[in-house]
């Protein structure tokens, strides 16, 4: 288990405003009731407590199934269905859709190995991720992976409600293995996977996926 590089900033804020508060109760809590003290300090400390926990990244060895897309964030399958794509493929596409609440590792990872065929940044809105309009109406991230047999598979950061940033290291053209880390999403959001119609789907509505573990789907 580490703490992830992109989250150092966010618990630095977190921990100095924790204390700032700390130290203002400390110099007036006499001026507030006894039982209260116990109430305030836990909840600073679960805040603080809940951003480091956040930006965890637990140590997985990766699932690898060279037929296989892994799920590429933790979280709730709450979408399967056939879509239009119209950002890259222009055509129909199975569409699953991960939905990733704050209590979930938000490291994303690539699915398939393959060289990267298109990568792109739009920013946008923050509606609830869960939304379905989400996928194109907020800010998102849209990285698209071809595998040796020229399968392409397509993947959607989405940010949320809570989350107010993307971060994406993928650059066209790089080589990327199943399982590698590619970027993270802060504070809560969603993951749409694109696939081919003729993919198997290995999951379903209200399954609990795990990023490097859990197979979304087998590709022909």
Same mark, same amino acid.
């Given at each position: 288990?580490? #703490?992830?590089? &992109?989250?150092?900033?966010? %618990?630095?804020?977190?921990?100095?405003?924790?204390? #700032?508060?700390?130290?203002?109760?400390?110099?007036? !809590?006499?001026? @507030?009731?006894?039982?209260?003290?116990?109430? @305030? +300090?836990?909840?600073?400390?679960?805040?603080?407590?809940?951003?480091? $926990? *956040?930006?965890?990244?637990?140590? $997985?060895?990766? !699932?690898?199934?060279?037929?296989?897309?892994?799920?590429?964030?933790?979280?709730? #399958?709450?979408?399967?269905? &056939?879509?239009?794509e119209n950002e890259y493929f222009n055509e129909k596409r199975l569409q699953v859709s991960i @939905?990733?609440?704050?209590?979930?590792?938000?490291? !994303?990872? +690539?699915? %398939?190995?393959?060289? #990267? =065929? +298109?990568?792109?940044?739009?920013?946008?809105?923050?509606?609830?991720? =869960?939304?379905?309009?989400? =996928?194109?109406?907020?800010?998102? !991230?849209?990285?698209?992976?071809?595998?040796?047999?020229?399968? &392409?598979?397509? @993947? $959607?950061? %989405?940010?949320? *409600?809570?989350?107010? $940033? %993307?971060?994406? +290291?993928?650059?066209?053209n790089d080589i990327v293995s199943q399982g590698e880390e590619m970027g993270i999403i802060k504070?809560?959001?969603?993951?749409?996977?694109?696939?081919?119609?003729?993919?198997?789907?290995?999951?379903?509505v209200g399954d609990e996926v795990t990023s490097k573990k859990s197979v979304i789907a087998y590709?022909?």
């Amino acid at each position: 288990m580490r #703490i992830h590089k &992109e989250g150092i900033n966010s %618990i630095l804020a977190t921990t100095a405003f924790v204390l #700032i508060l700390f130290i203002g109760y400390e110099k007036m !809590n006499s001026a @507030f009731p006894d039982y209260l003290d116990g109430v @305030f +300090y836990t909840a600073l400390f679960t805040l603080l407590f809940l951003v480091i $926990r *956040f930006f965890r990244v637990p140590n $997985r060895v990766v !699932n690898i199934v060279q037929n296989g897309v892994l799920s590429p964030a933790d979280g709730t #399958i709450v979408q399967i269905l &056939e879509s239009v794509e119209n950002e890259y493929f222009n055509e129909k596409r199975l569409q699953v859709s991960i @939905f990733m609440s704050p209590l979930n590792v938000h490291v !994303n990872t +690539y699915p %398939i190995d393959g060289v #990267i =065929s +298109y990568v792109a940044y739009h920013p946008g809105k923050h509606l609830v991720a =869960s939304l379905p309009k989400a =996928s194109k109406d907020n800010e998102h !991230n849209t990285v698209v992976v071809k595998n040796k047999d020229g399968v &392409e598979v397509l @993947f $959607r950061q %989405i940010a949320g *409600f809570v989350a107010r $940033r %993307i971060v994406s +290291y993928t650059k066209q053209n790089d080589i990327v293995s199943q399982g590698e880390e590619m970027g993270i999403i802060k504070f809560g959001s969603r993951v749409d996977l694109f696939l081919p119609l003729s993919c198997k789907i290995n999951v379903k509505v209200g399954d609990e996926v795990t990023s490097k573990k859990s197979v979304i789907a087998y590709l022909d």
